[in-house]
């Protein structure tokens, strides 16, 4: 079971990786835009349909201190209307106001704060939350790994499935090295650390 502390305490990459994999397991595929980031705010992501490849939603992240404010809202809202999307989801580790709320529901934004999410995690078949709960334990550990990804802020993603990459140092008696491994484990592609993305 996952909690809303542990989810509270994300940084923003794992925090998006988190809700990328919440979306995966619902049947969506995410591709990263251009469009909207900022001060621990995300890029909005575009949520496919696995099977059609049907666009069908939006999320954005954001895992700020502050309360969400409504011109974050109204710019998430500027991109649906840009993507013609009628709706998406704003995930937050953060507060909103009515005001916020109130705009959110008249404008189809899904407001989901870490409660929320960590209940819809919770309701997700045991394979679909261990799989998340791996990745937000990433960032409880607060192993070397984790902090070299976050501090590259160049991540690849995995060719196979779409996952972000997480560094991986091993430290053994016969073998030294990093590299990058998919953290879904369907997948668990692997390909060679470059210095480039360090």
Not at 110 to 134: F, H, Q, S, T, W
Not at 153 to 158: F, L, S, Y
Request: hydrophobic share 40%; charged share 25%; aromatic share 10%.
């Amino acid at each position: 079971m996952i909690s809303s502390e542990i989810l509270a305490k994300l940084t923003l990459p794992l925090f998006v990786d988190v809700c990328r994999a919440f979306f995966g397991q619902m049947g969506f595929e995410a591709k990263e835009t251009d469009f909207g980031a900022g001060q621990d705010l995300s890029r909005v992501n575009i949520l496919y349909n696995k099977k059609t490849n049907a666009p069908l939603s939006l999320f954005q992240c954001y895992a700020g201190n502050s309360p969400v404010g409504l011109e974050m809202i109204s710019r998430f809202d500027d991109v649906m209307g840009a993507v013609n999307m009628t709706s998406g989801y704003f995930l937050n580790l953060g507060h909103c106001s009515e005001d916020v709320r109130s705009y959110a529901a008249a404008n189809r934004i899904n407001l989901v704060d870490v409660n929320k999410l960590a209940e819809l995690i919770n309701k997700l078949p045991e394979a679909g939350r261990d799989l998340i709960d791996e990745i937000a334990g990433q960032g409880q550990k607060g192993a070397v790994d984790t902090v070299l990804q976050a501090a590259a802020g160049n991540v690849p993603g995995c060719a196979k499935c779409g996952f972000r990459m997480q560094l991986r140092i091993t430290e053994g008696k016969y073998r030294e090295g990093k590299y990058w491994e998919c953290p879904n484990p369907d997948c668990r592609y692997i390909i060679a650390f470059s210095e480039e993305l360090d």
